[in-house]
């Protein structure tokens, strides 16, 4: 790591530390702010001590984070297009980052000190998204370059979803509960088992599953909303010093001609395709140097881009060797023929086999793109172990106690816990990030309509209104923040 910064200059390094320690305060919040929902339940059902649930909490979000991958990172990096990122100058790179991490940071302490389940999600991607359109209209880009529309789309799809199927599964889970074992003391509330049989804590059997289901939420939220945090830092470095983080300086020889090779065989891949896919890539109608002045990520521009990329990698096993604008360039080429590829697998006319091979060529593609240094990962992990340890009794009492009108039930507590853990882990497989707010506070309405609790109608729509206010709120901010800052920046 030092090595990498020793040649940066005074201002820039001091910068890029500010910047850097805005996004692990940011982790931190997250901390606090998101993972009580993973200790709620299990804190309000007595299951375990609320000491040792925060502390256990903190150590499986921290595993959850250095085992989770960089798949949600990079869905949160590329967001923004690769050419905003390493096109803009210091000072405006700084000024998105401030702007974008200020917002974010503003609304989740808003939030978290009123005791509102909000989604710090929803609050990072509306940053970024409110940075990248003012970006647009100040620099006078068309909006819909100002953002990757492709990928807001597909994260909205899931932020919206994921709390839908969170609600629905937690209900239909606890309505099996009750037919198959209806008498089962799971179906008590921790006051009234106290009441009835003078106990404190859940029956031994409630209670690990309860403790498991809890653990299990807290290492997919590590995953999950950690790797946001790996992905604000790779957009911080990426956009403040491009030239040192835009590929992985630490790949191997191996590595490098696995990329050159995943270039070939994807040139190969549209010429044996061609009778699909010619007129889509306009193949064989520019040479090799018919480039624009002015690169676009364009799939008719595909084979250009392959043929630039070949030979900037010609013979080179070490991109340390490379000029910095030539790193750039080899990130640039990679991107665009990765987002080109991606669009060619969902077209019709290409077998199933192709397209699995296409899906392999991509992660070929991207292997020395989407990384993140080991001290990255671990600086976040660690940002937001700590951060769960404190702060978390705001949250808690909103989700045991003011979703529903009852108590919640041991059975209300396991229904919504283990949706929580499978819905979020089922996007981390997808490389997709969710609200672990949104979906266990969904999962606890789900359970309190199917247990005919009722819910309170004002806490609802107070999470309701979060909801709804987070995203277009937090791109406002991020924007007026951004708008104002570049005033100082030139």
């Known amino acids: 790591m030092f090595d990498l910064l020793s040649g940066l200059d005074a201002w820039v390094l001091v910068s890029l530390v500010l910047a850097l320690a805005f996004v692990l305060f940011f982790e931190f919040i997250n901390g606090f702010h998101d993972t009580a929902n993973a200790v709620a339940t299990v804190i309000y059902t007595k299951a375990m001590p ?18 989770g991958g960089v798949g949600v990172a990079y869905a949160i990096v590329h967001l923004l297009p690769v050419e905003l990122l390493i096109n803009v100058n210091t000072g405006h790179g700084l000024a ?13 302490l808003g939030t978290w000190y009123f005791g509102i389940p909000a989604s710090s999600s929803h609050t990072l991607i509306g940053s970024i998204l409110g940075v990248g359109l003012a970006n647009a209209l100040l620099t006078n880009i068309s909006l819909s370059d100002g953002v990757n529309w492709q990928k807001a789309i597909d994260i909205g799809i899931s932020l919206v979803l994921s709390p839908m199927a969170g609600f629905a599964v937690a209900a239909l889970l606890l309505l099996g509960l009750k037919r198959w074992l209806p008498l089962s ?9 106290k009441e009835i049989k003078g106990k404190k804590h859940p029956p031994f059997w409630n209670r690990l599953v309860l403790v498991l289901s809890a653990m299990a939420v807290s290492f997919v939220h590590g995953s999950n909303d950690g790797q946001k945090g790996i992905g604000l830092i790779m957009l911080v470095l990426i956009g403040i010093v491009p030239s040192l983080f835009v590929l992985d300086l630490n790949s191997t020889t191996y590595q490098i001609e696995r990329t050159r090779d995943a270039t070939l065989h994807l040139s190969q891949f549209y010429q044996r395709n061609n009778a699909t896919l010619g007129e889509y890539l306009a193949l064989g109608k520019f040479n090799g140097s018919d480039l624009p002045e002015l690169f676009r990520c364009e799939p008719k521009q595909t084979e250009p881009t392959i043929n630039a990329l070949l030979a900037t990698l010609k013979n080179v096993t070490d991109y340390s060797a490379l000029p910095a604008e030539k790193r750039i360039e080899v990130r640039r080429y990679l991107l665009c023929l990765d987002d080109t590829a991606k669009k060619v697998g969902k077209l019709e006319g290409l077998p199933a086999r192709e397209k699995a091979d296409l899906d392999k060529l991509r992660k070929d593609l991207t292997a020395t793109t989407e990384y993140a240094p080991f001290w990255v990962i671990f600086a976040v992990a660690l940002a937001l172990g700590i951060g769960t340890m404190v702060g978390w009794k705001r949250v808690v009492l909103t989700v045991g106690e003011k979703i529903g009108k009852q108590g919640m039930t041991y059975a209300q507590g396991m229904a919504a816990q283990i949706t929580a853990a499978c819905a979020i882990g089922m996007a981390n497989v997808f490389s997709l990030p969710v609200s672990t707010t949104h979906v266990l506070s969904s999962g606890v309405a789900g359970t309190m309509v ?26 406002c901010l991020a924007a007026g923040l951004f708008w104002l800052a570049t005033r100082f920046v030139g």
């Open 50 to 67: 609320a000491h040792l649930a925060v502390i256990l909490s903190g150590i499986f979000n921290f595993l959850g984070v250095l085992l």
């Open 450 to 475: 199917a247990n005919k609790s009722g819910l309170q109608g004002g806490t609802v729509r107070t999470i309701l209104l979060a909801w709804v206010l987070t995203l277009p709120t937090s791109m």
């Open 185 to 193: 003391k799971m179906h008590n509330t921790p006051e009234n088992r």
């Open 96 to 108: 998105m980052v401030f702007s974008l991490l200020a917002a974010a940071i503003a609304w989740n």
